[in-house]
């Protein structure tokens, strides 16, 4: 009997007379279905309503084979798509840059995972044999001699047979118990990590709650007199960098227009710097250049002479030996004599753009209160938006400062200094040693010292100060290499500091157990072990199998954590999760290479940037400017300074230096590790685990996708 589909009382609840309904489906090759009004002459009440209701049911049926057509469709030309592009940059190797791998440097690594591969598809095509030959045992339980069904002579049909029950045999006895040894220790350190994250957003909400922020006492410039303020801009290098799509208006010459005036990253942050509401007589910029271009070396000094015609307190410095990085840079500047005239130094990096009022909301603070070294404002993203890897970053770096730097400068009075957009005390800086080139993340070396030093900092969530995040796979790559192998390089020469220092216990346990042990070492290391190793492993030994809560409802719900400070990156959660896992082999092996002192621990690139933050501004002065000018021509306009030297330079680069096609790149590791899991999500149907499943095709696409780097945009 076919079951009864009864809409009777739905229908007559919802009936009435009116106009007809024509429901036009998008797809062409679909007729158009009418449903007419209630027609009581041809029918009765039960033949009207079954009528309708078989009329209503084809309806629905109809709609949702059309949704399942186009998303078939949708899906099989993604699929094709990804195809074409494995085949383009696998096979035919078109437009594709091999990633540049210095000898002995992520070596090691790499061939690990090649060894893990090759094992992976040997294993599959044993499984797929056994299985074809009704070998295969869904849930096997080796350990005991007993519990294992030992096939009959009459069942064994060969060598084949027998090497499959001897592969049994060995699985169990040999390797199952060190990935289970091995598994326990990363769910112990993942069940650790996921209770800190879930304190520090408790503490998050608990500052909320009782509204708790730093507080100043009085009327901030009534009663406080202008301090003296150095204001230090270090760059390196900060030419501008164009994206294929940087410039998306229709009209094909105020395109050109824009590409020929978009403001570079140093113009910008000179920019912003000389326009702070401070007297001038209290206030004297440093921009500290560190370039090794001499055309880009004259732009940014032509840049510091046009304010400093305007009245700007500005100075340009460049060191003859370029030594010790970023952390080389500012230590230099900081031996200038005049600086001990100076109470406070503000740091900004080049694509920096602090508000006028940034001396007046973050100075006020250090006011009777001698113990406080440094005052850290929060970093606001121009070009969050700009494609789904910024997307990702905004997540991640929102809950770094909304959580992590908030709940700690509340309750510890210490975080890692983030670089720029900050403020320190000048004594605070002597105090500590001052600025030190034995690493490359200068900025949490200083803070460490300081906080050793019993130095305070505050968190001021409500300061904001305008950047970019990279917008390219490679330069986010190296960013986050450095920002992992710096703090394991800076853990191994501070950890005897820190044991010899004069702070308390608890400071000294929440240094080491939680600031780097927990935060920059078990992060990486269980994440990359435990979802891009041990998971693809208990597919071929499933006596090792991780628990459903391991793989699916923590990381979900950590995923939902992290996402909460930015509630509309909430359509984001499963891609977060996916590249969060993706980036764990760059982190895992930045981190191993900090530790141990490897190649490429003490390697500084600049971040790739594209001065986004002013293109809306050039978009609105273009397009009121080409309202004016002839539309048959556009002329590049001569700079304010009118300097003949640097229009002639510039003309030169033209000439000289055409636009050169950035290729992709191929990045080995992770689409090794995309094999990998896709080899083991094959496995896993044998075993018809469903969970286990979708997450393993889905993480192995999101490293096929970042192994062929089609995430982000790309720079030239």
């Known amino acids: 009997m076919a079951p009864r589909l009864d809409f009777s009382d739905w229908w007559t609840r919802n009936s009435r007379k009116g106009t007809p309904v024509i429901v036009t489906m998008e797809n062409p090759n679909y007729s158009v279905l009418e449903i007419d009004g209630p027609d009581e002459e041809a029918f009765g009440s039960m033949e009207k309503d079954r009528g309708k ?11 949702k084979a059309h949704r399942a057509v186009g998303c078939v469709a949708w899906s099989a030309t993604a699929l094709w798509a990804l195809l074409g592009v494995i085949k383009k940059r696998l096979i035919s190797r078109q437009g594709v840059e091999t990633q540049g791998v210095k000898p002995g440097r992520g070596r090691l690594l790499l061939r690990v995972l090649r060894m893990f591969l090759v094992l992976s598809v040997v294993a599959l095509a044993f499984e797929f044999v056994a299985y074809w030959n009704g070998w295969h045992f869904q849930k096997p339980n080796l350990q005991l001699p007993e519990n294992l069904r030992i096939p009959e002579t009459t069942e064994i049909r060969g060598w084949l047979h027998s090497a499959y029950l001897s592969w049994l045999l060995f699985r169990a006895d040999y390797i199952a118990h060190p990935i289970r040894m091995l598994t326990n220790v990363c769910i112990l350190l993942f069940i650790i990590q996921s209770a800190d994250r879930m304190i520090l957003c408790l503490g998050c909400f608990w500052i909320k709650l009782k509204k708790i922020k730093p507080r100043l006492d009085g009327d901030s410039f009534k009663e406080y007199e202008h301090p003296m303020v150095l204001i230090q801009i270090p760059m390196c290098n900060e030419r501008r960098y164009f994206k294929y799509d940087i410039v998306r208006t229709r009209n094909k010459m105020l395109d050109d227009y824009l590409k020929s005036n978009l403001s570079s990253v140093y113009e910008q942050s000179i920019s912003a710097v000389c326009q702070i509401d401070w007297p001038k007589d209290r206030m004297l910029i440093q921009v500290l250049d560190d370039s090794d271009d001499e055309a880009i070396r004259i732009l940014i000094r032509a840049e510091v002479s046009k304010w400093s015609q305007r009245g700007a307190n500005i100075v340009y410095r460049h060191r003859l030996v370029r030594t010790g990085y970023k952390a080389g840079n500012l230590k230099s500047a900081m031996g200038c004599d005049y600086v001990q005239n100076y109470e406070f130094v503000a740091i900004f990096d080049a694509d920096f753009q602090p508000n006028p009022d940034f001396l007046k909301l973050t100075i006020p603070h250090f006011k009777g209160n001698p113990e406080l070294g440094l005052v850290q404002a929060r970093w606001s993203f121009v070009n969050k938006d700009e494609n789904l890897l910024t997307r990702l970053q905004y997540i991640n770096l929102c809950f770094h400062f909304e959580v992590e730097q908030q709940v700690n400068g509340v ?10 957009a900050g403020v320190w005390r000048i004594k605070a800086l002597e105090d500590s040693g001052g600025w030190l080139e034995r690493t490359t993340v200068e900025d949490m070396d200083i803070a460490v010292r300081a906080h050793l030093k019993g130095w305070k900092f505050i968190f001021l969530n409500d300061v904001k100060v305008l950047c970019e995040v990279p917008e390219s796979y490679e330069a986010y790559r190296k960013q986050q290499h450095r920002w992992h192998s710096g703090p394991m390089h800076l853990f191994r020469l501070c950890l005897p500091d820190i044991i010899r220092s004069k702070i308390s216990i ?10 780097f042990l927990l935060r920059k070492l078990i992060l990486p290391f269980y994440s990359f072990t435990l979802f891009c190793v041990i998971l693809p492993l208990t597919m071929f030994v499933p006596e090792a199998e991780l628990p459903v809560w391991v793989i699916c409802y923590v990381p979900v719900l950590m995923s939902f954590l992290n996402i909460l400070p930015a509630p509309r990156s909430f359509p984001f959660i499963v891609p977060y999760l996916l590249f969060e896992n993706t980036m764990s082999v760059t982190k895992f092996n930045a981190m191993v290479s900090g530790l141990f002192q490897l190649g490429g621990s003490y390697e500084w690139i600049v971040t790739k940037k594209t001065g986004r933050s002013s293109e809306s501004d050039l978009i609105a002065a273009a397009e009121r400017e080409s309202k004016s000018m002839s539309l048959s021509k556009i002329h590049k306009g001569v700079s304010e300074s009118e300097l003949g030297e ?4 510039q003309e030169e680069q033209e000439k000289d230096l055409p636009p050169v096609k950035k290729e992709n790149k191929i990045y080995k590791k992770e689409l090794a590790l995309a094999f990998l899991l896709l080899v083991a999500a094959a496995r896993s149907l044998l075993s018809a685990q469903g969970i286990h499943f979708y997450f393993l095709l889905f993480q192995g696409v999101s490293f096929l996708l970042v192994g062929l780097d089609l995430i982000g945009e790309q720079m030239s």
């Open 53 to 63: 209701n078989a009329k209503q049911f084809s309806w629905v049926l109809l709609l």
């Open 411 to 420: 309750l510890l009075n210490f975080f890692g200094f983030n670089g720029t």
């Open 506 to 515: 608890w400071k000294k346990a929440n240094l080491i157990l939680l600031f």
């Open 646 to 649: 640097l229009s002639k330079l």
